[in-house]
């Protein structure tokens, strides 16, 4: 989503410049161009995409406004020619080559003509838009295998975005802020106390975290990245998903904490009903990048309520007069305002521990409970396994040999755990820990963290017979445990010790622990979007 059109536009129509432009429009609107296929035009406010066959081409208008500027012809070559070097590392299926637009001396005009040029189009192949992210949620389409794939596309993104300056990114954020609060007033179309209520929730969260953001942009966490990263900008090519469209005419618009533009595709799955998903991709993301970004759970409610603000301003500006109340545009802009209040408003957190013996079913349930559990989008599952891997520096797919899982070491990993799920809390932020929580004090240093922030605490401890287990652990493919069906057996002899958490039987189906420990939480609502009768995909990264 490029910013709001909130002043003046210029766009210089009676100049010979914008006289060509509407020839070349003209031009390549005309099947002829293109050996007679058909043609469809898309007109946003600072592009026209021509679409024939398999070939878009997407030309900058004759324009100017405060964040962009186009109204000259080198400078909307030089923004075709920034828009490939930005978009193609990520998106290489889809971004070609700068075309030029020329005319002959005989006034005809050409793509890619010995001419003079006239005017300059990105060249990209042409995809399926039903395969957008925001199509695909709709149609409830997002598979688990899908959202591990985003996962991993920006990790990759953000690893490899250089790193920008910090105090013009934080500086911004006070002035984003007023600006949708002025266009939500100048609009007239919503609650006056809902936009004093968000307003000064979102300065008062600011004044909390800036110098958390500040600490971040000191590590270089602020990168010049994607920027624009909702789901209509990430599409579906094969079976991976596939970034497009990034910011390319202001790197300071685009240059922001990295949790900043991954909060604009976590706010969107929400916005679409996608909790699960956006669950998924939150828990993915911080495995992947665990060490940089679990320090900034704190800012994600002002960043996702600011996204979400920052498109309800776009979509009301677009509305006119004789819009009513049953406009599409206008219905979409309520919705992602009500978003934008909620997220500011987040319920307290809790700590829920889910243990058993290996082959319980513990981090398939975790996985399902995290997205019940509030602020959105859900609770940080934090597993003992992908712990002790993360300690030994390896991949979660990676076997660590049996002296990996001494006593002393797992004391360490546990000791790692309960740190992690204690700064996690104390951001306001519910977390899951998945282990097995075999011994007393195992289960006691769990309860003592909710303890010592104050917040509610629930242990589930999973039960299920030895062959169940054991049936399930030798089923197992693609997973960070390395429990075998040998050490399932040997925790047969086991001395759990008296247990004061709720006791679970996970002997039957995934839905039904499920559904035992979300009456066990009182959690009234069932229902889950993921597929519990089948593993997991990898996390990734």
């Known amino acids: 989503m490029k910013p709001a059109m909130t002043h003046q536009t210029t766009t210089h129509e009676g100049t010979p410049d914008a006289a060509t432009q509407r020839q070349v429009l003209a031009f390549l609107a005309d099947p002829a161009t293109h050996g007679g296929v058909a043609v469809r035009r898309i007109d946003t406010h600072a592009a026209v995409v ?39 590392p990520a998106a290489p299926q889809i971004y070609r080559r700068v075309a030029a637009i020329t005319r002959s001396d005989d006034g005809a005009l050409r793509i890619d003509g010995d001419g003079t ?114 789901l209509a900008n990430i599409v579906r090519i094969g079976r991976k998903p596939v970034l497009f469209d990034a910011i390319e005419f202001d790197p300071a618009i685009a240059s922001v904490d990295v949790l900043y ?48 603000a920052i498109r309800a301003h776009v979509l009301l500006a677009r509305l006119s007069a004789t819009d009513n109340e049953e406009t599409p545009a206008l219905v979409a802009a309520r919705g992602y305002f009500a978003l934008a209040l909620g997220l500011m408003a987040p319920p307290r957190p809790m700590l829920v521990a889910v243990g058993g013996l290996s082959g319980t079913g513990k981090t398939l349930l975790a996985r399902a409970l995290a997205e019940s559990l509030d602020p959105p989008p859900g609770a940080v599952v934090l597993r003992s396994d992908v712990a002790r891997k993360q300690h030994f520096h390896v991949g979660e797919m990676q076997r ?45 240093a769990a309860a003592d963290v909710a303890r010592k922030l104050d917040v509610p605490f629930a242990g ?57 420990a979300q009456a066990a939480l009182g959690l009234t609502d069932g229902a889950t979007s993921l597929d519990l009768n089948q593993d997991p995909p990898p996390r990734r990264g």
């Not at 598979?143 to 985003?150: V, Y």
């Not at 002393?408 to 929580?437: C, K, M, P, W």
């Open 400 to 444: 660590l040999p049996a002296d990996a899982y001494r006593p002393e070491i797992n004391a360490i990993v546990y000791r790692i755990l309960t740190g992690q799920a204690e700064q996690i809390l104390a951001q306001r932020h519910s977390t899951i820990l998945d282990a097995v929580f075999a011994k007393p004090a195992e289960r006691l």
């Open 50 to 88: 021509f679409l024939a066959g398999d070939r878009a081409l997407k030309v900058k208008r004759a324009v100017r406004f405060p964040f962009l500027d186009y109204s000259t012809l080198a400078r909307r070559k030089a923004a075709c020619d920034e828009e490939i070097r930005i978009n193609r």
């Open 117 to 230: 040029p006239v005017e300059y189009a990105v060249d990209m192949a042409r995809f399926d838009v039903d395969a957008t992210l925001e199509h695909l949620a709709e149609a409830g389409r997002l598979e688990p295998e899908l959202i591990a794939g985003l996962v991993e596309a920006i990790a990759v993104s953000h690893r490899d975005a250089p790193v920008a300056a910090a105090e013009g990114w934080i500086a911004s954020i006070p002035s984003i802020v007023a600006a949708n609060t002025a266009a939500f007033r100048a609009s007239r179309r919503l609650p006056e106390p809902d936009i004093d209520a968000l307003d000064a929730a979102c300065r008062s969260a600011f004044t909390a975290i800036r110098a958390c953001l500040e600490a971040r942009g000191r590590r270089g966490l602020v990168r010049r990245c994607h920027g624009d990263l909702h």
């Open 261 to 308: 533009d991954l909060s604009f595709t976590l706010m969107d799955l929400l916005h679409h009903q996608r909790r699960s998903e956006a669950n998924s991709l939150l828990n993915g993301y911080l495995a992947a990048t665990l060490d940089d970004n679990l320090d900034g759970l704190a800012a994600l409610p002002l960043f996702m309520s600011m996204r979400a």
């Open 460 to 516: 589930l401890f999973l039960v299920s017979d030895l062959a169940t287990r054991a049936s399930r652990v030798e089923r197992r493919a693609f997973d960070a445990s390395d429990a075998t069906v040998d050490l399932v057996r040997q925790q047969q002899d086991y001395d759990i010790g008296q247990l004061d958490w709720h006791v679970i039987d996970a002997s039957g189906t995934p839905a039904q622990t499920l559904q035992r």
